[in-house]
């Protein structure tokens, strides 16, 4: 299931010290991936086992507050992780789960466990076949739904790239969410990705997104909008 560990992060929960554990593979093919090899040829790194994290954790109860999954899709391994993040709990730490959203069923699941989501909201609904995840879409659709309902527990989170984002696109996408508590932008990377194809593709500039930024926020009425470095 563990493909990967970084095993101290200031950043990734908020206000918090955290671990965190990548899950290899994943269900959909974003061509501005940048992590290719754990979605699609993950075998390559060295299986990290449970016991392992949770003895680290166990050894570091005061030091680390929370363990953040991330992925590839961390959902594609719900029997498993289910019973690894009940340990954690049990252990005291707080959970973060990264998701693209593509099992409503898997987010129930582990709606009970998990303290803080990240959901990726990639396009405007209508418009997953860009990332191939079409078949997924009616649960990408109630996860959303779903998440708008505890909105202080979820972070969303967009990665802004120029050929499937422009200014309008992004105002529709704040629409649909305009209930939720933050919504983090990352600008497009073109350094590492998973379709060749999307190297080519120079990213916004950091102050034109700033401006449309400040154009959905004023529209929603809030600070929904946070720029995330890239
Ligand atoms: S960006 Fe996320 S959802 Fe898209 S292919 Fe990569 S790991 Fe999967």
Same mark, same amino acid.
């Given at each position: 299931?563990?493909?990967?560990?970084?095993?101290?992060?200031?950043?990734?929960?908020?206000?918090?010290?955290? $671990?965190?554990?990548?899950?290899?593979?994943? *269900? &959909?093919?974003?061509?501005?991936?940048? *992590?290719?090899?754990?979605?699609?040829?993950?075998?390559? &790194?060295?299986?990290?086992?449970? /016991?392992?994290?949770?003895?680290?954790?166990?050894?570091?109860?005061?030091? !680390?507050?929370?363990?953040?999954? #991330?992925?590839?899709?961390?959902?594609?391994?719900? /029997?498993?992780?289910?019973?690894?993040?009940?340990?954690?709990?049990?252990?005291?730490?707080?959970?973060?789960?990264?998701? *693209?959203?593509?099992?409503?069923?898997?987010?129930?699941? &582990?709606?009970?466990?998990?303290?803080?989501?990240?959901?990726?909201?990639?396009?405007?609904?209508?418009?997953?076949?860009?990332? %191939?995840?079409?078949? /997924?879409?009616?649960?990408?659709?109630?996860?959303?739904?779903?998440?708008?309902?505890?909105?202080?527990?979820?972070? &969303?989170? #967009?990665? !802004?790239?120029?050929?499937?984002?422009?200014?309008?696109?992004?105002?529709?996408?704040?629409?649909?969410?305009?209930?939720?508590? #933050?919504?983090?932008?990352?600008?497009?990377?073109?350094?590492? $990705?998973?379709?060749?194809?999307? %190297?080519?593709? #120079?990213?916004?500039?950091?102050?034109?997104?700033?401006?449309?930024?400040?154009?959905?926020?004023?529209?929603?009425?809030?600070?929904?909008?946070? !720029?995330?470095?890239?």
């Amino acid at each position: 299931m563990f493909r990967g560990w970084q095993k101290v992060s200031y950043i990734e929960y908020p206000g918090n010290i955290a $671990t965190v554990l990548f899950t290899g593979g994943c *269900n &959909f093919r974003c061509p501005y991936c940048h *992590n290719p090899e754990l979605v699609e040829n993950y075998s390559i &790194f060295p299986e990290i086992r449970a /016991e392992e994290v949770l003895q680290y954790l166990e050894e570091r109860k005061g030091l !680390i507050d929370a363990v953040c999954i #991330t992925g590839g899709e961390p959902l594609l391994w719900k /029997e498993e992780l289910l019973p690894f993040l009940i340990k954690i709990k049990e252990q005291g730490f707080k959970v973060k789960v990264d998701t *693209n959203g593509s099992s409503y069923s898997s987010f129930l699941s &582990f709606e009970e466990i998990v303290d803080l989501w990240g959901i990726d909201y990639k396009v405007p609904l209508s418009s997953y076949h860009l990332v %191939q995840g079409e078949k /997924e879409i009616q649960s990408v659709r109630e996860v959303l739904r779903e998440a708008l309902k505890f909105p202080e527990k979820v972070e &969303f989170r #967009t990665t !802004i790239f120029p050929p499937f984002h422009q200014k309008e696109t992004l105002r529709g996408m704040a629409e649909e969410i305009k209930s939720a508590h #933050t919504w983090y932008w990352q600008n497009f990377n073109p350094f590492k $990705t998973l379709d060749k194809e999307a %190297q080519k593709v #120079t990213p916004y500039s950091f102050s034109l997104l700033q401006k449309w930024q400040d154009e959905v926020n004023r529209e929603v009425g809030k600070d929904l909008v946070v !720029i995330r470095p890239s």
